[in-house]
């Protein structure tokens, strides 16, 4: 092997070290802003207000998003399973399919991504430029704790609204769904809520109702790292909002996958 072979086998070697190291670095101080943000929520002094306030942001803000969403996403669902189970002559099973994909599935994930593309990015573009203006050192001088008044309340928000509207999304979901079921593919209205309530059991809710938890928790707490994280100006701002998405995005898709496997081994489908 040449001398110029090894020079660049070392010069790659070290640049992947010092990068590995890196990004374990920023995952050591995403996990500490994370707990310090939690640890805020129930030590005092809490930002009652500003909770209530990004509460609104979070949940009121994306309202009209998660209607759509979830309407639209029911009705297509209903559409494509009667395409499906009309090959086995059990189109009226159609609501009990879409009725357990949307709790289970469909609706926390769809609702977390939703919010994500429009609550993630705004809280790191918000504290973003209060970092490069120089606004969070300004807070630390006034004796005001970042993390306890502009981290926690968000969290608390995600904790509290993602929930909140991943129950909408499901519940819209369902009636699109059975809107299309009774104009379209002509089943009984009364038989298709039959069919909705016969499919849920306490399973189902406890898998729709603790993902969204977690997912509200991953990208807020995402949003407020790429935000506090920021560096390097505008351009900064505008990288740590594109990486924001991507990020709290993969995270959500990869928590359901572990999830998913954790609450079926808890909660088998019986």
Not at 238 to 253: E, R
Request: include cysteine; hydrophobic fraction near 55%.
């Amino acid at each position: 092997m040449s001398d110029a072979t090894q020079l660049f086998l070392v010069s790659l070697l070290s640049r992947l070290s010092a990068r590995l190291k890196g990004q374990v670095l920023r995952l050591q101080e995403y996990v500490v802003l994370s707990w310090s943000g939690l640890a805020a929520l129930v030590t005092r002094p809490r930002y009652d207000k500003e909770i209530l306030a990004q509460m609104d942001a979070l949940g009121v803000g994306s309202l009209s998003i998660v209607v759509l969403t979830g309407m639209f996403t029911g009705m297509v669902l209903a559409l494509q399973s009667a395409a499906s189970l009309d090959a086995f002559g059990a189109r009226p099973y159609v609501g009990r399919l879409v009725c357990v994909s949307m709790v289970r599935e469909l609706g926390p994930v769809l609702t977390a991504l939703m919010v994500t593309g429009r609550v993630c990015s705004g809280m790191a573009a918000e504290l973003g430029s209060m970092v490069v203006t120089q606004q969070i050192d300004a807070l630390r001088v006034l004796g005001s704790d970042p993390v306890r008044k502009l981290v926690a309340p968000r969290i608390a928000a995600g904790l509290v609204m993602v929930p909140i509207l991943t129950i909408i999304s499901d519940t819209l979901g369902i009636f699109g769904a059975g809107l299309i079921g009774i104009f379209s593919l002509k089943l009984s209205w009364p038989y298709y809520w039959r069919s909705v309530g016969g499919a849920l059991v306490l399973n189902d809710l406890v898998m729709g109702l603790a993902k969204p938890v977690v997912f509200g928790f991953l990208l807020t707490s995402i949003g407020c790292f790429m935000g506090l994280s920021t560096r390097g100006g505008t351009r900064g701002v505008g990288a740590s909002t594109t990486q924001s998405v991507v990020a709290a995005s993969v995270a959500i898709l990869a928590s359901d996958f572990f999830m998913t496997k954790l609450l079926l081994l808890l909660f088998p489908v019986v």
